[in-house]
Every structure is written in C-alpha cells, then in structure tokens.
Nanobody, 123 residues
Framework: QVQLVESGGGLVQAGGSLRLSCAASGRTFSRYGMGWFRQAPGKEREFVTAIRWNGGTTYYADSVKGRFTISRDNAKTTVYLQMNSLKPEDTAVYYC????????????????WGQGTQVTVSS
C-alpha cells in the first residue's frame, strides 16, 4: 500500500513558476514508477510526466515539454514537479500517482493516486 499526498499548488500569474511535491508513504517507494497527471474542469484526466523508479528515464507530454521537470528523491520518498513558464491552459487539479512497474504513461497502469492539488494560472 502506498499513500500519496500532494502539496505546492496555488494561484500564479502566467509566466510564473510553481513546484509541486508528492510525499509517499511506504518502504517500497523506490520500486515504483511515478507520474503526474492533471484534470481541468470538464476534461478528462491527462498525462503530464513520468519518471522511472531510479530516476533514469523521464517522459513528458508535448504540452509541457521544456517547461516542466519531474524529479524524485527516493531517500525522502518524494517526487517533485517543477513548473516554469506557466500558462492559463495549465490550470487544473494535479495528481501524483504510483505504478508498480518501472515507468508508464498510461493512466490505468497506475495503482495509487493522491487527492490532488489545485493549480490556477491567471492571464
């Protein structure tokens, strides 16, 4: 069992930055591929980024490539999402997720989810 708690969301102006954190419980955190997803009002949840269990591989959605960076600290059982050059279209609830596999971009392959944190980007 893995429990995930996101933090760091908030209101920011376009062009600004935010750093999300996802604290995980459980001793097996380092075995899990981790990902960030987001869901805007009226839209389906979409993949944002993922990182391999050892941090050696990362994937990004085209919409955030070059602006967002995922990282993880297995000693602290925490995964981060650094978001720069934010745009109004980045406004969404951001979810952290853990997959019992090295890395994946597929929503249904994630086994555990956090409760989400709101990110609002004003124009």
């Amino acid at each position: 069992q893995v429990q995930l708690v996101e933090s760091g969301g908030g209101l920011v102006q376009a062009g600004g930055s935010l750093r999300l954190s996802c604290a995980a419980s459980g001793r097996t955190f380092s075995r899990y591929g981790m990902g960030w997803f987001r869901q805007a009002p009226g839209k389906e949840r979409e993949f944002v980024t993922a990182i391999r269990w050892n941090g050696g591989t990362t994937y990004y959605a085209d919409s955030v490539k070059g602006r967002f960076t995922i990282s993880r600290d297995n000693a602290k059982t925490t995964v981060y999402l650094q978001m720069n050059s934010l745009k109004p279209e980045d406004t969404a609830v951001y979810y952290c997720a853990a997959a019992n596999r090295p890395i994946t971009m597929t929503t249904r392959e994630y086994d555990y989810w956090g409760q989400g944190t709101q990110v609002t980007v004003s124009s």
